[in-house]
């Protein structure tokens, strides 16, 4: 079975490691999500690809869901010492290296897709890993910092990404401000409305070599857990994505982050509401629409929401979706899976 999986970070690397143990004789293909991208101390960091070969490969570290395992922070602290920033983003020592290793690859001239299978000859993650683009897109969000911030000051160059708000953002009071996603998530952690989300570069962006020929050869094609704007949202915006995956004539399931009316992790509601979308299962499955998606999971506790979605046009099925431990990942992988043959047959 040839599975294509977009992923984001932590829930879509548990998701992998789940869906390996359902069907540990598949032939996986990870499109992984680069717009959480960000050039830090000079160095190229790619978070959720990272955190998809460290969960695989067995180097995560389990308690944060990020970074390595048996991780220290000395080389942070020395930066830190030296007024060095920013302080709000957590590279350990042992992470260093793989962004090290990561921006000379890249100055010498390779593409993000060849270092990243790179990268991957180490950690052995057990799938074909691709980043969705190997040009830049970074994800920006608009806020209205408060007075004070230290973020906050006057908006200066030009288009989104330069620190200028887009027109038409909301006013508010305060400094408003375009900054990266990254700072939104890490430094505010979401404490701030989103008046906007932006992924800079994805329009003029190409799908990286392989990403277009895995969707075509798929026997199926799995949206997991992950947040629906920033992670698999940033992928559908790269130019010709969505479109092969709409034309793939493969079944196309996706597994709802809401569970109860709350994101299952992280803070994906205030991005939500940023494109004008409910925290529900049901408006994120009408968000990627019946002409990208055949099937949703929905939680248990989201069972009342299995009539609308299917209204909509997408078959739906309430099942527990909880990742509390491997076993648990795997019993909704098979889920998933399930309801992709029931798709495929109908």
């Known amino acids: 079975m040839r599975i294509v999986v977009l992923a984001g970070g932590i829930g879509g690397a548990r998701f992998l490691r789940g869906l390996k143990r359902a069907v540990p004789d598949a032939d996986i293909t990870v499109i992984g999500n680069t ?45 830190a010492a030296y007024g060095v920033g920013p302080e709000w983003f957590g590279l350990g020592d042992r992470d260093f290296a793989t962004h090290i290793v990561r921006t000379q690859m890249l100055a010498a001239g390779y593409p ?43 908006s200066t160059g030009s288009g989104a990404g330069a620190g200028e708000t887009p027109p038409g953002s909301a006013a508010g009071s305060g400094v408003r ?11 505010l952690r979401a404490s701030v409305p989103a008046e906007a989300v932006v992924p800079v570069g994805a329009e003029q962006a190409k799908p990286a070599p392989g990403v277009l020929e895995a969707i075509a050869a798929a026997d199926v094609i799995l949206f997991p857990p992950s947040n629906p704007v920033v992670s698999i949202g940033t992928i559908l915006a790269v130019p010709g994505i969505r479109e092969a995956i709409a034309e793939a004539g493969v079944p196309v399931v996706g597994l709802s982050p809401i569970v109860g ?11 939500l509401a940023a494109v004008g979308v409910e925290s529900t299962a049901w408006a994120v499955a009408e968000h990627y629409g019946s002409g990208l998606l055949d099937g949703w999971l929905v939680d248990t506790v989201d069972a009342t ?10 078959r739906c099925r309430a099942v527990p979706l909880m990742m509390t431990d491997v076993d648990a990942t795997a019993r909704m992988a098979r889920e998933a899976l399930a309801l992709a043959e029931e798709v495929r047959t109908v």
């Not at 969960?55 to 930066?79: A, N």
């Open 112 to 154: 993000l897709s060849a270092v990243t299978e790179a990268l991957c000859d180490r950690w052995q993650p057990g799938v074909r890993m691709i980043p969705m683009t190997d040009d830049r897109v970074e994800t920006h969000v608009a806020v209205t910092l408060p007075d004070g911030d230290p973020a906050a000051g006057p």
């Open 261 to 271: 009316d709350a994101p299952v992790r992280g803070m994906a509601d205030k991005v």
């Open 305 to 314: 929401n299995v009539e609308r979605i299917e209204e909509a046009g997408i």
């Open 35 to 79: 717009g959480d991208d960000i050039h830090l101390f000079g160095l190229k960091v790619c978070p959720d690809l990272d955190t998809v070969m460290y969960t695989l490969g067995g180097g995560i570290d389990e308690e944060r869901g990020w970074g390595r395992t048996d991780e220290s922070f000395r080389l942070k602290e020395e930066l």
């Open 177 to 187: 401000k375009v900054i990266h996603f990254q700072e939104y998530w890490v430094r």
